[in-house]
């Protein structure tokens, strides 16, 4: 029987979206969930040690956050917002897609510029879903990763509200941003929020304890945060992510020495994506698409453990967390929403900056 959508609703005071981060990453409250005794427990993020055991191995997706929104001029001085997704296959031109707005005044042909000349842009191509393929000019053809380093906006949610596209842009370079994320890997619209709480010094305390780190690499979109929009679930067009996973990272998925500990969503797609089209480890690193779409009920064939924060009413992540709540059932879902309706009443601070839980 189809899953009605209404079914991942649920209503949230505006108070308790995160507007900051804590004071300090692992300061966050966290959330524990016990599945076997269906018991929960409030702790700090500091406290994951405690709930970690000697050989698990934690998964965590090491994408690292782009500077994503431009801003720009129209010859006619008509402002310009160019958001960044994702760079095109072709190596000789800076060609990328993108988000625009006004989109409907920029059609095929439009330029536009930044007003301290880092960057020249046109319009060579719109697609259907309300992209654009963008041709980029810099000086010297500097990389336009490197001018969005200098001159770009931070990323941030729509429910995160800056009073500028300047305000706080330093502090939130840093706190948007894991510190594990592989500068290598600039793939990322949106951070992994699940490992923004950890802290050099709490992956110390961890690795001290025997416990092991693999990283992953999920291409964060933004159809990640799309809400579902249909009646149902099974009716929503699930969006398709590219990931990398190495080897080594492949064959602790197969022969863990512990529990396999996701920490968030975006290494969970990952990993049940990957163990959805092989049964043994690749002879090599796999770079594929994320195709998988994870509700109520599935089962998980590679996570024992979630770390995860409060999502989105009418999410996929929401449908993600339900599920694997209750692997095989759709019991989850009413259990989610009474979580949920916990950490309201005990005022937790939900989505990209707020806290955390740790489903085991």
Not at 212 to 221: E, S
Not at 255 to 279: C, M, N, Q, W, Y
Request: charged share 20%; net charge neutral.
């Amino acid at each position: 029987m189809p899953l009605a959508t209404d079914l991942f609703d649920y209503s949230l005071p505006d108070r308790l979206v995160a507007q900051t981060p804590a004071s300090r990453r692992d300061q966050s409250r966290l959330l524990v969930i016990d599945r076997k005794t269906h018991s929960i427990e409030h702790a700090r993020f500091s406290d994951i040690p405690r709930f970690l055991k000697n050989g698990d191995t934690l998964f965590r997706n090491n994408a690292a956050v782009l500077p994503a929104r431009l801003q720009a001029l129209r010859p006619s001085g008509g402002h310009v917002e160019c958001f960044l997704l994702r760079k095109t296959d072709n190596p000789q031109a800076q060609i990328w897609h993108c988000l625009l707005r006004p989109g409907k005044r920029l059609p095929k042909g439009a330029t536009f510029a930044h007003e301290g000349n880092a960057f020249s842009a046109e319009v060579i191509e719109k697609a259907g879903d309300g992209t654009a393929l963008v041709r980029f000019t810099t000086p010297k053809n500097e990389a336009l990763e490197s001018v969005a380093h200098r001159v770009g906006g931070v990323p941030l949610p729509p429910y995160i509200l800056r009073q500028d596209s300047s305000d706080m842009r330093d502090s939130d370079l840093e706190r948007y941003q894991t510190v594990y994320a592989d500068t290598r890997r600039h793939v990322a619209v949106a951070a992994p929020t699940a490992g923004l709480h950890f802290t050099p010094e709490l992956l110390r305390e961890l690795a001290s304890a025997s416990v092991r780190f693999q990283d992953l690499t999920l291409h964060v979109g933004l159809g990640t945060f799309k809400p579902i929009a249909t009646d149902t679930i099974e009716g929503h067009d699930i969006h398709l992510e590219t990931y990398e996973i190495t080897l080594q990272a492949q064959r602790a998925l197969f022969a863990p020495p512990g529990r396999r500990v996701a920490v968030g969503t975006t290494s969970v797609r990952t990993i049940e994506d990957f163990l959805s089209k092989h049964d043994v480890p690749s002879p090599g690193d796999v770079i594929d698409e994320a195709s998988l779409f994870i509700y109520p009920p599935r089962h998980f064939h590679g996570v024992d453990v979630l770390i995860t924060n409060f999502h989105q009413p009418r999410s996929t992540l929401l449908c993600l967390v339900s599920a694997f709540l209750t692997p095989g059932s759709t019991e989850g879902i009413g259990w989610l929403k009474e979580i949920y309706a916990q950490a309201i009443s005990r005022e937790y601070r939900f989505f990209s900056y707020g806290d955390a839980m740790l489903i085991l």
